[in-house]
Nanobody, 128 residues
Framework: QVHLQESGGASVQAGGSLRLSCSYS????????LAWLRQTPGEEREGIAA???????NYANSVRGRFTISKDSAKKTLYLQMHDLEPEDTAVYYC??????????????????????WGQGTQVTVSS
C-alpha cells in the first residue's frame, strides 16, 4: 500500500512557474514508479510525466521542455517543476504510483491505467 499527498497547487499568470510536491509513504517502495497526471472536467486523465525507480523519465509532448519531474527518494517526495505555464495547463494534478509497472523511459504515452495508487489531487489554475 502506498499513500500519496500532493501540495503546491495555486493560481498563476500565464508564463509563470510553479512547483508541485507529492509526499509518499508505504512499504516496499524501493522499486516504485511515480508519475504526475492531470485532469480537466469532462476529459480523461492525461499522464504528463513519470519517473522510474532508476530515475528514467517520461514526458508527454504537451509538457516536454516546460515541465521537469524529479524525486528525492530519501525524503520520499516527488516534484513537478513547471515553467512557461499556459491556460491549457489548468487542471487538477495528481501524483500516482505503482510498485510493479512503469512506462518505458522515453515513451511519450503515460497510461493512467498502470498506476494503482493515487493522491487526492491539487488544483492548478493558469490565467491569461
Amino acid at each position: 500500500q502506498v499513500h500519496l499527498q500532493e501540495s503546491g497547487g495555486a493560481s498563476v499568470q500565464a508564463g509563470g512557474s510553479l512547483r508541485l510536491s507529492c509526499s509518499y509513504s508505504g512499504t516496499n517502495t524501493k522499486n516504485i514508479c511515480l508519475a504526475w497526471l492531470r485532469q480537466t472536467p469532462g476529459e480523461e486523465r492525461e499522464g504528463i510525466a513519470a519517473i522510474s525507480s532508476a530515475g528514467g523519465t517520461n514526458y508527454a509532448n504537451s509538457v516536454r521542455g516546460r515541465f521537469t519531474i524529479s524525486k528525492d527518494s530519501a525524503k520520499k517526495t516527488l516534484y513537478l517543476q513547471m515553467h512557461d505555464l499556459e491556460p491549457e495547463d489548468t487542471a487538477v494534478y495528481y501524483c500516482a504510483a505503482d510498485l510493479f509497472l512503469c512506462p518505458q523511459p522515453g515513451d511519450f504515452f503515460i497510461p493512467s491505467a498502470i498506476f494503482e495508487f493515487w493522491g487526492q489531487g491539487t488544483q492548478v489554475t493558469v490565467s491569461s
